[in-house]
């Protein structure tokens, strides 16, 4: 290869291997030897001029070919070969003549009735002597004139000749002439009141345009998604926001959100925010920001579709018509909000609800379980400190996890979540202290049902509390037949704690890599999407329940 990379060999193309942006691809003239009718008809169309020769450095970039290549269907190079040269069209000459110019007056010529009806009349087709002359009695020969003006409507006279075609001569102004008089003259009555109509008809023009801007700028500051466009739309609604109707979503805010998102502040300076501009000094403070560009309503939609559907800011953005600082801004302050409001939703039963509401599944010898419970992992970004890529990384997974408990009901709501954890946290450990979320809510004789993996048996006894997991083959060679049907049982009943993680992972912004930049604010997302699962209808329901529920809804079961 030349120092300075391949050049095209066509007058005009500028690419060249080393430089052009994008890459170009470079090909070389078909070999004399081998090719030596294709290598003719290249140096033909590459029309240079005699002293040029083909080297072994002699190319010719893709933009010449059809199909960016040489190939089967087209292997000749036809597309801007060079030497397309435009040839100007020349201006016609214009030659000045000196001819005299004579201005063609109208003149009106009074002639005998004959020679206007032979000049004038279109319909006169007749020809007229010179030397023939009028009758005496022209009374005889020309008929009466008849005016038939009122069937006509016109006032007209006719004259007919014998033998000749009909020769109308009007005799009186008509209507038209008077028409224009008459216009003429209301203006002239009009002419005073002239001024008045042109400043009314300005005051209007300012009018209207005043109008069309302050809709400009409606159009301007509305954006281009708001709840009012999916409000109509239950499907919608849980589509972008995860809850299950708007009707339920308003309620939501209204009873909880809206109260604490409405004392939110956007400046960066959150306590400076409530004092006036001009107290709080020259080196720190500021003048607050205006007033929101969006409602409380579009920014709790605009965290719950990000949450939701794990929009990128810049989509959020031009869908809302604000600036990507903004939404980042908005997705940082509102979430911690919205997860403190909707974590009343995850409410840990009594035990007297739990066996008043049990599914007919856990009758019999389990009848005493109070929760099940799992762990759940979720990919993260790999973080640049040792430490930490160390403590995340999960040998289950092969990749950095952020690790949680998850505990439901027997009917299959949320009802414990503990924050997250390293994936390389084992699950004893992250029960262990989950005091607060988990162990605390227990009472004396509660049955935890977990899978075999959740060695907690020592940590639930001090509580007097039983753990019930599968059956496993430590020290045996082969399960029982009592032991195999008692596996089967607890796997079909602790079956419903991972389909409630499923739930839960159905939130977009989980089903990623989550990003470090927003890893402080996982547990408040957790906490958010197993909220909205609670809204959802229960995971477990008996079957005269489930009877009952499709009687009410007109299904055929």
């Not at 040792?386 to 990384?393: D, E, G, N, P, S």
């Amino acid at each position: 290869m030349p120092r300075g990379g391949h050049h095209c060999c066509v007058v005009g193309c500028k690419s060249n291997s080393t430089y052009s942006v994008p890459k170009r691809r470079f090909f070389r003239i078909p070999a004399a030897t081998t090719r030596p009718e294709l290598r003719q008809k290249w140096i033909n169309l590459i029309k240079r001029a005699p002293p040029f020769q083909v080297t072994n450095n002699t190319r010719l970039c893709d933009l010449h070919f059809v199909d960016n290549e040489p190939t089967l269907a087209n292997p000749l190079p036809v597309l801007t070969m060079g030497y397309t040269v435009h040839t100007p069209k020349l201006r016609r000459q214009l030659f000045r003549h000196d001819v005299e110019y004579i201005p063609k007056k109208r003149k009106r010529v009074e002639q005998p009735i004959a020679e206007d009806i032979s000049g004038d009349c279109p319909g006169a087709n007749f020809p007229v002597q010179e030397d023939t002359a009028l009758p005496d009695n022209l009374e005889a020969a020309v008929p009466e004139i008849q005016h038939d003006t009122d069937s006509l409507g016109i006032d007209h006279s006719y004259c007919t000749l014998p033998g000749h075609p009909t020769v109308n001569i009007p005799l009186s102004p008509t209507n038209d002439q008077y028409d224009k008089s008459s216009s003429t003259c209301d203006i002239q009555n009009e002419s005073g009141d002239l001024p008045a109509l042109v400043k009314k008809m300005k005051s209007e023009i300012e009018a209207l345009k005043n109008q069309v801007l302050k809709l400009q700028n409606i159009n301007k500051t509305r954006p281009k998604f708001s709840l009012a466009d999916i409000m109509s739309s239950d499907k919608k609604i849980h589509l972008y926001t995860g809850f299950t109707s708007y009707k339920c979503l308003h309620v939501i805010f209204e009873k909880l959100v809206k109260k604490r998102a409405s004392k939110l502040s956007m400046s960066t300076k959150s306590w400076r925010a409530k004092l006036p501009w001009y107290k709080r000094g020259r080196s720190t403070g500021r003048k607050p920001s205006g007033p929101r560009k969006l409602s409380l309503e579009n920014e709790f939609l605009l965290v719950l579709m990000k949450i939701k559907l794990d929009l990128l800011d810049e989509d959020l953005a031009d869908r809302f018509g604000i600036s990507q600082s903004s939404v980042s801004q908005l997705i940082n302050r509102w979430i911690p909000v919205v997860a403190a409001c909707l974590k009343k939703l995850i409410v840990w039963p009594s035990r007297d609800l739990v066996r008043s509401h049990l599914p007919a599944k856990f009758k019999g010898p389990y009848a005493r379980t109070r929760v099940i419970v799992d762990c759940a992992e979720i990919f993260i970004e790999k973080p640049s400190n040792i430490l930490a890529r160390q403590q995340t990384y999960s040998n289950y997974k092969h990749h950095n996890t952020a690790k949680f408990l998850v505990g439901i009901s027997p009917t299959g709501g949320v009802t414990t979540l503990s924050k997250a954890w390293g994936g390389r946290a084992s699950d004893k450990h992250i029960v262990q202290n989950s005091e607060a979320e988990f162990l605390d809510k227990l009472d004396v004789g509660d049955l935890v049902m977990a899978d075999r993996g959740f060695d907690i048996s020592d940590i639930l006894a001090r509580r007097c509390c039983t753990l019930v997991i599968p059956p496993f083959t430590r020290g045996k060679t082969q399960l029982s037949q009592h032991e195999v049907e008692q596996g089967r049982q607890i796997s079909i009943l602790r079956i419903h704690v991972e389909r409630a993680i499923e739930r839960i992972k159905r939130f977009r912004i989980l089903q990623g890599v989550f990003p470090l930049k927003r890893i402080g604010l996982l547990n408040d997302i957790l906490t958010v999407c197993a909220a909205l699962t609670n809204l959802l209808p229960p995971l477990i329901v008996d079957q005269p329940n489930q009877e009952r529920i499709n009687e009410i809804s007109g299904l055929n079961v």
